[in-house]
């Protein structure tokens, strides 16, 4: 077990999948994070603080994702799990698409290998897997835990990754709306089988759309178009088709993020963002936030808290 009174501090970005054509294979680590110190404590003991986005609706008791991540890690390792003592500043928006559920567990097993250091250690191999086995598929949590661009996939039972850098020339802005969706709903509107031309239409598209976003930016706009999903997910949120088509027509590379409803936009550069939100706001009944974010190339990081205070007490003086 933990050694009581351990604690670590973890941050995670927000992720989005898919990026269109990428369907449960594409994922991109962006730069809005979830920060929390988490404590070991005597067995059975679970104090939770949560402020930040959506802070009331996040559950104070073992439910919580986070707690049952930590578990589960401390469970695979043959290790008793330890009392936490969780304060997490939330910054990832909930059940908007962008990767809030995959923030949370790959914080879990963050906080997880940043108590066991010592006595086991947790390498990205071992992250990925305990990550996966609690999230149920890796293309969200692959990039929250190893940034910019990571390519999931499955191999002999087991999650892999490939983690690429993107062109410094794109510049992402998500649009996010006031209501959410949840992913199974989203799911639940998808065909079990695709035709042929569609399956070779995505096919060239997810493979443009590497050379797109790690070589040449000008080419996003083909490279996002899609034929397997989210034309099906249009009944579950019109809203957000709506808006991704009106961005499409003016030349942006718009898609669904992740489950939705939040669109991504995989400008060509910064001014593109910013013609992008007008047009959003042309368009649209003013119900959409624009957040300008950058490609989060570090992913997700774990350091004892008492680094974080002591650099935090610098800043101060």
């Known amino acids: 077990m933990a050694a009581a009174g351990r604690s670590v501090h973890v941050r995670v970005p927000a992720t989005s999948a898919n990026l269109g054509p990428g369907f449960d294979t594409l994922g991109l680590a962006l730069s809005v994070y979830d920060e929390l110190d988490v404590t070991a ?88 897997r305990l990550a996966t086995e609690v999230e149920g598929h890796p293309d969200n949590v692959a990039p929250a835990l190893f940034g910019g661009l990571t390519i999931a996939w499955t191999e002999n039972g087991a999650p892999r990754h490939k983690k690429l850098l993107v062109h410094r020339g794109v510049a992402p802005v998500v649009f996010v709306p006031d209501r959410t969706m949840s992913t199974s ?28 976003l790690t070589q040449s930016p000008d080419l996003l706009l083909s490279a996002t178009e899609d034929k397997l999903h989210q034309e099906r997910r249009a009944q579950a949120m019109p809203e957000t088709f709506a808006l991704v088509s009106a961005l499409r027509e ?5 898609v669904v993020s992740g489950a939705g409803p939040t669109v991504l936009v995989l400008a060509d550069g910064p001014g593109r963002r910013l013609e992008a939100a007008a047009v959003v706001a042309e368009v649209s009944d003013g119900s959409w936030q624009a957040l300008m974010l950058a490609v989060d190339f570090l992913g997700g990081t774990v350091r004892p808290a008492a680094d974080v205070r002591l650099e935090a007490d610098r800043d101060v003086a």
């Open 41 to 128: 404590l005597a067995p059975g003991e679970l104090e939770i603080e949560v402020t930040g986005t959506g802070a009331d609706d996040i559950p104070r008791d073992d439910s919580h994702l986070i707690v049952r991540t930590i578990r589960h890690c401390f469970d695979a390792v043959g290790r008793t799990a330890p009392g936490l003592r969780i304060v997490a500043r939330i910054g990832i928006p909930h059940g908007k698409g962008m990767g809030s559920s995959g923030a949370a567990v790959a914080a879990g097993v963050l906080a997880a290998k940043g108590l066991l250091e010592g006595d086991v250690d947790l390498d990205d191999t071992a992250l990925l």
């Open 185 to 212: 709903a989203a799911r639940s509107v998808l065909e079990a089988e695709v035709s042929r031309e569609d399956a070779v239409f995505n096919v060239s598209r997810s493979a443009l759309l590497i050379a797109a």
């Open 250 to 254: 003016r030349g942006f590379p718009a």
